[in-house]
């Protein structure tokens, strides 16, 4: 390798090193901001551009809600129908993972419906 040459590859290298490696610092959103995790919340998320490696931080009352990562199927239904994981914190801090798209819905009887889901890209 040319001397003239080597300085520019390795910057490029050390670029490359640091880039993979902050992407695991993520942004943290509460999600509902103010109001939190709460009725009505559906619809927080649209616009913003939430990505692989940021933090969903769900606050809400543990003794009124709870938080379930379900599939589309049941986001859309409303009812938790397969093996889901249920959060019961509320103070529940999700990392989102790259790719596709993930969804949590509150299964308290009647919050779902009452707009306690959302659906993220990440
Ligand atoms: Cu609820």
């Known amino acids: 390798m040319a001397r003239g040459t080597m300085v520019p590859t390795l910057l490029v290298l050390l670029l490359a090193v640091c880039c993979a490696t902050t992407v695991v610092h993520g942004k943290e959103w509460t999600v ?3 109001k939190g995790w709460s009725f009505g919340v559906s619809g927080w998320e649209s616009g913003k ?3 692989s490696g940021d ?15 379900v ?3 049941d986001y859309n239904s409303c009812i938790v129908s397969s093996p889901s994981r249920t959060y019961t914190s509320g103070n529940d801090h999700i990392q989102l993972a790259r790719g ?12 779902c419906q009452q707009g306690m889901k959302i659906a993220i890209t990440a």
């Open 32 to 34: 509902g901001d103010n």
């Open 55 to 69: 933090v969903l931080v769900f606050k809400y009352n543990l003794s009124m809600h709870n938080m379930v990562q």
């Open 100 to 111: 596709g798209k993930v969804f949590f819905i509150c299964n308290l009887p009647g919050h």
């Open 49 to 51: 551009h939430i990505q």
């Open 71 to 73: 599939g589309e199927e």
